[in-house]
């Protein structure tokens, strides 16, 4: 992707192919502010990872639980309700607040800080380079995943034929589906918000 620049050079940020590789790769990610109100940004992109298939936790200390799964309040409790290594640490933030977020997804060996959609700092950035973690910044992981088709999420529509779908125009963004609670049959649908507040 690009560098962001800071007084002691670019930090290096992972492009279109190392994040689809990550996205493959990973099975364990914390997401820290998730929240249970389900208008929330947060909420919808904890709902669609979980429904991708991935384990994964609320860390947020203000939850006690995010979509039937425990809130841990930090990141030390992700890795230890998530039995191993953070694969992702997925930041749902204001960048000003990142930069401690950084520096405990590097004490816990975390591989990856991801800041959502609308979050830059590379100061927090530089503090995770310097711990060996890979770096996101301002995309949502679960655009990403749709992009790049990791595993075969349901469509929130399941009645609509998915081949019948127009593919996307080069260059625009697909609209953006509503965050609808769970359905009473207890299916977890993907929600495709993405946003840094």
Known sequence: MYPTESQDGPVPLLDDAAIAEVLRAARRIAVVGASSNPARPSNGVFRTLVAAGY????????????????????????????GGPIDIVDVFRRSELTEEIAREAVAVGARVLWL???????????????????????????IEIRRVARRRVR???????PARRAPPSSGTRRPVETHDAVPEDGVVRAAWGCSGS
């Not at 384990?55 to 409790?77: F, Q, R, W, Y």
């Not at 469509?155 to 034929?161: A, I, Q, Y």
């Open 55 to 82: 384990d994964c936790v609320p860390v947020n200390p203000n939850e006690a639980m995010v979509e039937g799964v425990a809130a841990v309040a930090t990141l030390a409790e992700a890795a230890a309700a998530l």
């Open 116 to 142: 959502q959609l609308g979050i830059v700092n590379e100061a927090a950035a530089r503090i995770a380079a310097e711990g060996g973690l890979a770096i996101v910044m301002d995309r949502c992981t679960a």
């Open 155 to 161: 469509p929130c529509n399941p009645g609509r034929d």
